[in-house]
Structure formats: C-alpha cells, structure tokens
C-alpha cells in the first residue's frame, strides 16, 4: 500500500506541476483574461486548484484551513474561486497554492490510504470517504483543469505542453500542416 500511495502522489505532483507552470512567462493580464464563454482563466485554474484542494485535504479530514471556511457558507458564491478579483495579486493566488498544498502535504503524509474522512458537500450516500478516494479525485480534478490550463495557454501564447522542460509533444511538428489537415477533415462533413 505504501508504494500505491506514493504513486498517486507522484501524480497528483504532476498534475500541480503541470498546473502551476502555465503561469510562467506571460504578464498579468493574459494570466487572468477569460477566453471561453465560462470566464476559465489560467489564475482562476490556479486558485481553483488550491483552494479545491484545501477542501478536499482539508475539510474532508478534519484539519480546516481558516482561510477558506467561507466554502462551507450557505450563500458561497460558486464562482470565487474561478477567478481574481483586481486587488487579488498573482502572487497573492500563488502564495496561496503553496499554503493550502503545504497543508494538504501533510494531511496526505499523516494519513494511511484507508483514513476516513467525509466530504460534507457530497451528497450523504457517497460524502464517506478515504484519503485513497479523495487522493484519486484529486488527481482527476488537477489534470483536468492541467488540461483545461493547456488550451488556455495555447490560446494566449501558442504554449502547448506538459512541462517547460518537457513538452510530451512530437519535436519538429509541422502543426499549421497539422491543423490545416484538420481543417480539411472538418470542412469535408459540413
């Protein structure tokens, strides 16, 4: 069991990675503007992601984090945590990702993978869980919006890839070759 715990760390550690480093080299403007319809914004992600995390690690186990009690209030707005308000820096958001994970750490490291907790925003006949199942979440939840980070990045930059030291794309692609075939497919079914 410890091995599978510390492989669905190492996930979740790539999944953060991935997440965090799509802030990287671009201003903040670009960080924070929304380029789909539902506002998704590379900050927001981010923020999202942490304080997700805070709940999940957090709440979940019975180590609250004050700074993020108001996920728990009646009239939360469901959107806070999409996004920065102005006066919210980029470094206030980024300082908050490595709080809350530095807690999350140590709830994952305190905790056997059977440890129970309870997801109160769940509904009751699933809200019991253990940190394996909340470890599993969590990595979906991260590499989803790693995912969602992507397309947002690519959209600003033309940035596409896993990491800044390794794209996990094809070297020397052809990709306006590639899109236009693409395109052709596309325009072939219309």
Not at 58 to 70: K, N, Q, S, V
Not at 135 to 160: F, K, P, Q, S, Y
């Amino acid at each position: 069991m410890a091995d599978m715990k510390q492989q669905l760390i190492d996930y979740l550690t790539q999944g953060r990675e991935a997440l965090l480093w799509k802030l990287e080299g671009l201003d903040d403007y670009d960080v924070r503007r929304p380029l789909v319809p539902t506002g998704t914004n590379l900050l927001g992600l981010v923020k999202h992601g942490a304080i997700t995390a805070g709940g999940y690690f957090g709440i979940t186990f019975d180590r609250p984090i004050d700074e993020i009690a108001w996920v728990l209030d009646d009239d939360v707005d469901w959107l806070a945590d999409l996004w920065a308000p102005a006066e919210e820096s980029r470094q206030d958001v980024i300082d908050l990702w490595h709080r809350l994970w530095a807690h999350c750490d140590e709830t994952i490291s305190s905790l056997p993978l059977d440890a129970p907790g309870r997801v109160p925003w769940w509904a009751d006949d699933r809200s019991d869980v253990t940190l394996g199942r909340i470890l599993l979440h969590m990595t979906a939840e991260l590499h989803r919006h790693a995912g969602h980070a992507d397309i947002v990045r690519e959209l600003i930059d033309g940035a596409a890839g896993l990491r800044a030291d390794n794209s996990n794309l094809p070297d020397g692609q052809d990709w306006q070759s590639h899109h236009d075939r693409v395109e052709a497919s596309a325009h072939a079914h219309r």
